[in-house]
């Protein structure tokens, strides 16, 4: 989502860091964790 251009990134919810900075795991620490009871 870091990458994607302005007008994605002002309507989206929540903007997670590009792939190429483990963006992946920073929505998996924002989304996932919390529902199973994980921390970060």
Known sequence: ???APEE???AA???STSND???IADA???FL???VGGSS
Do not use: F
């Open 1 to 3: 989502m870091g990458k």
């Open 8 to 10: 994605i990134r002002s």
């Open 13 to 15: 919810h929540y903007i």
């Open 21 to 23: 900075k483990d963006g």
């Open 28 to 30: 998996i620490d924002a």
């Open 33 to 35: 964790l919390p529902l």
